[in-house]
């Protein structure tokens, strides 16, 4: 935040509301949800062969 601004308390509402508005923010946190998804798989499959 810029020097000298006030924090925003949200509540989910509005931050969702926000969020929303901002499509990069939307964008990147759908891309890091779908690349944590695919390194969980990768992670299962690798205890799976470790163990099995």
Do not use: P, Q, S
């Not at 601004?5 to 969702?16: I, L, Q, T, V, Y």
């Not at 998804?37 to 163990?51: C, E, P, Q, T």
């Amino acid at each position: 935040k810029a020097e000298g601004e006030a924090a925003k308390a949200w509540g989910e509402k509005d931050f969702r509301w926000h969020h929303n508005e901002d499509a990069m923010a939307t964008e990147k946190t759908a891309e890091g949800i779908r690349a944590f998804a695919v390194d969980g798989k990768k992670l299962d499959d690798l205890v799976a062969k470790a163990i099995g």
